[in-house]
């Protein structure tokens, strides 16, 4: 029996000192010696075996049954990671392959329907036209641009300036408890005052607004809504999972018919330049196709801070005496008086917003639907977009933002830097003293305009981190904003932080 347990002893000891070999050399030479040691388990046992005696024999079996078990949990649990791995990475593998695919299957069919039409318009144009008189014929049969010469056609005659009567000439936040109570007394539609601000606030800001979150949230509805208010009706254009391209939003020259496939954005767009209110013009679902692709030339050219290069170019053999009035040389200026909303939904189906999207735009997240409120009766206004933009700049010059909140937001700045290697930007302070300014001005606090930017602006690159190792650093970042700002401040970015630190 003192056999067994010395056998024991020296059993052990092999095998740790070898496992501890096996380790070492794992890192430095794989496998190395160890399997030279191999033969020291045969010498053991042929050594000590005769003298184990009954119970020795016994306590051996049940030795080698307890390690030969260890083995195989180690084994099946390292069978069981490998295999969660695969599943899992397979499945977003797959997952992606399926999107991909998909998006090419529209893009194809989109491709196929196109070659359908120019097909058809050659075998159209293969035949002699009938005969008919010649008042029969539509007057645009001739042209390049039939729609936007419609719209010279429509606006030649029309008075455009906008007569304000004096009871729209009102302040950003009497308009902004206006529309609140426009929406809520003819639409049946309810918002919060601080989304109505973020809104006007943004459109003071930047030409793009995207409105995200959930389906059936009244995200396309706020748009609508404004372009009732302005009484000049919204353009609606749904974008769809094909679009590849500009040519998709703006059309393309066909070269068979000699005409240009003119979008109803265009249209839209091209109208603006003949009024004097404020155009409205929606991208609805608009991450269904990368956005970078489809409206990258707009994102780009809106970073001019000249406005008069606003141009885009439709055509590259302009015709003075053919082409719309306000086309030059075959390019468009963007006019000042328009904004496009894009609306996001944030599922599967969708893509992912980049941040050279969000650099370069204000961004309002809609997490529930509104609460019911009862409103007095509220009419719309007649507001020309020179009233409204020097709404804005009387803002920005009446409530600039204090030296202190920008001393404060830079210290944030720093530490979100050191600790998560994420920086602003210029381009994130430039919009943050054109928002907060109109902002303050809508009746909203200068904490609360900072605050929606730093959660629109910084915190929402904080989703592509990998949360579960900073959570110690989101909690930081939680009490360093309470000891800038204090701890009743930027309730919307800490709800977002702790948000996230739940995930993680």
Same mark, same amino acid.
């Given at each position: 029996?003192?056999?067994?347990?010395?056998?024991?002893?020296?059993?052990?000891?092999?095998?740790?000192?070898?496992?501890?070999?096996?380790?070492?050399?794992?890192?430095?030479?794989?496998?190395?010696?160890?399997?030279?040691?191999?033969?020291?388990?045969?010498?053991?046992?042929?050594?000590?075996?005769?003298?184990?005696?009954?119970?020795?024999?016994?306590?051996?079996?049940?030795?080698?049954?307890?390690?030969?078990?260890?083995?195989?949990?180690?084994?099946?649990?390292?069978?069981?990671?490998?295999?969660?791995?695969?599943?899992?990475?397979?499945?977003?593998?797959?997952?992606?392959?399926?999107?991909?695919?998909?998006?090419?299957?529209?893009?194809?069919?989109?491709?196929?329907?196109?070659?359908?039409?120019?097909?058809?318009?050659?075998?159209?144009?293969?035949?002699?036209?009938?005969?008919?008189?010649?008042?029969?014929?539509?007057?645009?049969?001739?042209?390049?641009?039939?729609?936007?010469?419609?719209?010279?056609?429509?606006?030649?005659?029309?008075?455009?300036?906008?007569?304000?009567?004096?009871?729209?000439?009102?302040?950003?936040?009497?308009?902004?408890?206006?529309?609140?109570?426009?929406?809520?007394?003819?639409?049946?539609?309810?918002?919060?005052?601080?989304?109505?601000?973020?809104?006007?606030?943004?459109?003071?800001?930047?030409?793009?607004?995207?409105?995200?979150?959930?389906?059936?949230?009244?995200?396309?509805?706020?748009?609508?809504?404004?372009?009732?208010?302005?009484?000049?009706?919204?353009?609606?254009?749904?974008?769809?999972?094909?679009?590849?391209?500009?040519?998709?939003?703006?059309?393309?020259?066909?070269?068979?018919?000699?005409?240009?496939?003119?979008?109803?954005?265009?249209?839209?767009?091209?109208?603006?330049?003949?009024?004097?209110?404020?155009?409205?013009?929606?991208?609805?679902?608009?991450?269904?196709?990368?956005?970078?692709?489809?409206?990258?030339?707009?994102?780009?050219?809106?970073?001019?801070?000249?406005?008069?290069?606003?141009?885009?170019?439709?055509?590259?053999?302009?015709?003075?005496?053919?082409?719309?009035?306000?086309?030059? $040389?075959? /390019?468009? +200026? =963007?006019?000042?008086?328009?904004?496009? &909303? !894009?609306?996001?939904?944030?599922?599967? *189906?969708?893509?992912?917003?980049?941040?050279?999207?969000?650099?370069?735009?204000?961004?309002?997240?809609?997490?529930?639907?509104?609460?019911?409120?009862?409103?007095?009766?509220?009419?719309?206004?007649?507001?020309?977009?020179?009233?409204?933009?020097?709404?804005?700049?009387?803002?920005?010059?009446?409530?600039?933002?204090?030296?202190?909140?920008?001393?404060?937001?830079?210290?944030?700045?720093?530490?979100?830097?050191?600790?998560?290697?994420?920086?602003?930007?210029?381009?994130?302070?430039?919009?943050?003293?054109?928002?907060?300014?109109?902002?303050?001005?809508?009746?909203?606090?200068?904490?609360?305009?900072?605050?929606?930017?730093?959660?629109?602006?910084?915190?929402?690159?904080?989703?592509?981190?990998?949360?579960?190792?900073?959570?110690? $650093?989101? /909690?930081? +970042? =939680?009490?360093?904003?309470?000891?800038? &700002? !204090?701890?009743?401040?930027?309730?919307? *970015?800490?709800?977002?932080?702790?948000?996230?630190?739940?995930?993680?």
């Amino acid at each position: 029996m003192s056999d067994f347990f010395l056998y024991l002893q020296m059993m052990f000891r092999a095998i740790f000192s070898n496992l501890g070999v096996f380790f070492r050399k794992a890192i430095i030479d794989p496998w190395g010696d160890v399997p030279v040691h191999f033969v020291y388990y045969r010498d053991y046992f042929e050594e000590f075996s005769p003298g184990f005696g009954f119970w020795g024999w016994v306590l051996f079996i049940i030795l080698l049954l307890v390690v030969l078990a260890f083995f195989v949990a180690i084994g099946y649990l390292i069978f069981r990671l490998i295999r969660g791995y695969v599943i899992n990475y397979g499945s977003k593998v797959e997952k992606a392959k399926l999107i991909d695919q998909i998006q090419k299957l529209n893009y194809e069919l989109f491709m196929a329907v196109q070659e359908k039409n120019r097909l058809l318009n050659l075998r159209v144009g293969s035949f002699p036209p009938p005969k008919q008189e010649d008042e029969d014929k539509g007057e645009d049969d001739d042209v390049r641009f039939p729609k936007l010469i419609a719209v010279d056609r429509k606006y030649s005659v029309l008075n455009n300036d906008v007569v304000m009567p004096s009871s729209d000439m009102i302040t950003l936040e009497e308009l902004v408890m206006r529309f609140r109570a426009f929406t809520a007394s003819q639409l049946g539609l309810y918002y919060e005052p601080t989304m109505i601000r973020t809104m006007f606030a943004g459109m003071g800001t930047t030409k793009v607004i995207i409105l995200e979150g959930i389906s059936g949230t009244g995200k396309t509805s706020l748009p609508y809504a404004l372009g009732k208010f302005f009484q000049n009706d919204a353009q609606m254009c749904s974008v769809q999972p094909s679009w590849r391209d500009r040519s998709e939003l703006l059309g393309y020259f066909n070269e068979f018919t000699k005409k240009f496939n003119e979008t109803d954005f265009l249209k839209a767009l091209y109208e603006s330049t003949w009024r004097k209110d404020n155009n409205i013009i929606v991208l609805d679902e608009m991450n269904l196709a990368r956005i970078e692709y489809y409206f990258a030339e707009f994102l780009s050219i809106m970073e001019m801070p000249d406005f008069s290069e606003w141009k885009v170019e439709l055509i590259n053999n302009p015709d003075p005496k053919e082409d719309p009035v306000n086309l030059k $040389e075959g /390019k468009l +200026l =963007i006019p000042q008086n328009v904004w496009f &909303f !894009g609306t996001a939904n944030n599922d599967d *189906s969708t893509f992912s917003i980049t941040d050279k999207v969000y650099d370069r735009a204000i961004s309002i997240n809609f997490e529930h639907m509104g609460e019911h409120f009862d409103s007095e009766f509220k009419e719309p206004v007649t507001l020309s977009y020179e009233y409204l933009d020097n709404l804005f700049k009387q803002a920005k010059n009446n409530f600039p933002v204090s030296a202190k909140s920008l001393e404060k937001f830079e210290k944030l700045d720093d530490f979100v830097l050191a600790k998560f290697k994420l920086v602003f930007g210029n381009r994130t302070m430039k919009q943050l003293k054109a928002f907060t300014p109109i902002y303050v001005a809508t009746g909203g606090t200068e904490i609360e305009a900072l605050d929606i930017i730093f959660f629109s602006k910084v915190l929402k690159k904080f989703e592509t981190l990998n949360i579960a190792f900073l959570r110690n $650093e989101l /909690k930081e +970042l =939680i009490a360093e904003i309470d000891k800038l &700002f !204090g701890k009743t401040a930027f309730t919307k *970015s800490k709800d977002f932080i702790n948000r996230l630190i739940k995930m993680g």
